[in-house]
C-alpha cells in the first residue's frame, strides 16, 4: 500500500514537500517513482529513485529544481518542490516497481500506484 500526502495549494514560487510511505512489505528493494497529471493532460513522469536511494532520475522539466530522496528505514520516499510553478499544477501519484532494474520513466514498469495528492500553483 502506499499513501501519498503532502499536496496543497500554493502561490507560485512557494515549495511543498510530498511524501509517499510504502507499506505492506516487498517494497524495501523496489525503486519508487513519482508521475502527475494535470487537468486534460496525460500522466507524465516526474522523479524516480533506486531502492537504495543511491541513484535518481528526473524528467526535463523539473530537473535541477525538484528533488527526490528516500528514507529507507521508513520506506517513505519525497519529492522536494521549490519554487512551483503554475505548470507544476497537477495530481502526484507516488508508484513502485518492483520487478524493473533501471530507474524507469516509464508507466508500465509500476505495478503500485498511491492515491495521488493534489497540488494547485497559483499565479
Known amino acids: 500500500q502506499l499513501q501519498a500526502s503532502g499536496g496543497g495549494s500554493v502561490q507560485a514560487g512557494d515549495s511543498l514537500r510530498l511524501s509517499c510511505a510504502a507499506s505492506g512489505g516487498g517494497f524495501s528493494r523496489a525503486i519508487m517513482g513519482w508521475f502527475r497529471q494535470a487537468p486534460g493532460k496525460e500522466r507524465e513522469f516526474v522523479a524516480a529513485?533506486?531502492?537504495?536511494?543511491?541513484?535518481?532520475r528526473y524528467a526535463d522539466s523539473v530537473n535541477g529544481r525538484f528533488t527526490i530522496s528516500k528514507d529507507y528505514a521508513k520506506n517513505t520516499v519525497y519529492l522536494q518542490m521549490p519554487n512551483l510553478m503554475p505548470e507544476d499544477a497537477a495530481v502526484y501519484y507516488c508508484?513502485?516497481?518492483?520487478?524493473?532494474?533501471?530507474?524507469?520513466?516509464?508507466?508500465?514498469?509500476?505495478?503500485?500506484w498511491g492515491q495521488g495528492t493534489l497540488v494547485t500553483v497559483s499565479s
Open positions: 508508484a513502485v516497481a518492483t520487478t524493473s532494474w533501471s530507474i524507469s520513466q516509464f508507466e508500465y514498469d509500476y505495478d503500485y
Open positions: 529513485i533506486s531502492w537504495s536511494g543511491s541513484s535518481t
